[in-house]
């Protein structure tokens, strides 16, 4: 089982990036995908989360209307696309699979995303 995160890198307040999970070694369309962040000195938290199908996404408050997560079952992969990036968005971000079904939970080992000037 392999999540690989890319896309991160350093931005300027204001710009955008969009992060790509790739997914291997599971039945992708059949787990719900998420992003979280990891800020320096703080907790891991919930970014966006999207449905196995692509049907429902919901956000954490702090990026709603400027992040949105959507997917390709066909390209095993999930994105993340981040507009008006803040410093605070400053973080490393997680690709992270989930099924209650299996009983599955796995994680990539992150991409690091820079809001600098």
């Known amino acids: 089982v392999q999540l690989v995160e890319s896309g991160g890198g350093l931005v300027q307040p204001g710009g955008s990036l969009r992060l790509s999970c790739a997914a291997s070694?599971?039945?992708?369309?059949?787990?719900?995908m998420m992003w979280y962040r990891q800020a320096p000195g703080k907790e891991r938290e919930l970014v966006a989360r999207?449905?196995?199908?692509?049907?429902?996404?919901n956000y954490a408050d702090s990026v709603k209307g400027r992040f949105t997560i959507s997917r390709d079952n066909a390209k095993n992969t999930v994105y993340l696309r981040m507009n008006s990036l803040k410093p605070e968005d400053t973080a490393v971000y997680y690709c992270?699979?989930?099924?209650?079904?299996?009983?599955?939970?796995?994680w990539g080992k992150g991409t690091l995303v820079t809001v600098s000037s």
């Open positions: 070694g599971f039945t992708f369309s059949s787990y719900v």
């Open positions: 999207i449905t196995s199908a692509g049907g429902t996404t």
């Open positions: 992270n699979a989930n099924s209650r079904f299996y009983g599955q939970d796995y």
